[in-house]
């Protein structure tokens, strides 16, 4: 995630926090649906979430890309994330991982099997409070 978000700094901004995939969160795929046809479907599903899911925020936007086929992208000012929603079934609850939607006037961007989501939530929700005064 560093070298992608890396690429994408202006001048003045940092990175505040990075979102993972976490590789506990492989189980929660592929437990469902061990002993079927659909493993390697699963593996190819796999891949793509551990290695071309990208997501974060720097101290002015939002960042995120998502898919290799069918690519999702946020590139987002902080001021312009309308709602970030976060939501979990039994296995993210087992394993601490659920999937983050964000929502701007324009689109809404899911990124699935994100570790600590709450976590997530709550940084991006305080730098948007910090920007907010900043500007005020």
Not at 38 to 51: E, H, S, W, Y
Not at 72 to 78: A, E, I, T
Not at 90 to 108: C, K
Request: charge should be positive; aromatic fraction near 8%.
């Amino acid at each position: 995630m560093a070298k992608y978000m890396q690429q994408k700094l202006d001048r003045g901004e940092h990175v505040v926090h990075e979102a993972k995939v976490g590789a506990l969160t492989i189980v929660g795929l592929v437990a469902p649906n061990l002993g079927l046809i659909f493993i390697p479907l699963m593996t190819l599903r796999t891949i793509n979430l551990l290695f071309f899911t990208r997501l974060g925020f720097t101290n002015r936007r939002v960042l995120g890309k998502t898919g290799i086929f069918r690519r999702r992208v946020v590139d987002c000012p902080l001021n312009q994330v309308r709602k970030i929603a976060v939501s979990k079934g039994v296995l993210g609850r087992v394993f601490g991982y659920g999937t983050v939607t964000i929502s701007t006037a324009n689109e809404r961007v899911k990124f699935k099997y994100i570790t600590n989501p709450e976590v997530f939530r709550d940084k991006l929700a305080q730098a948007q409070q910090r920007a907010t005064e900043v500007t005020a």
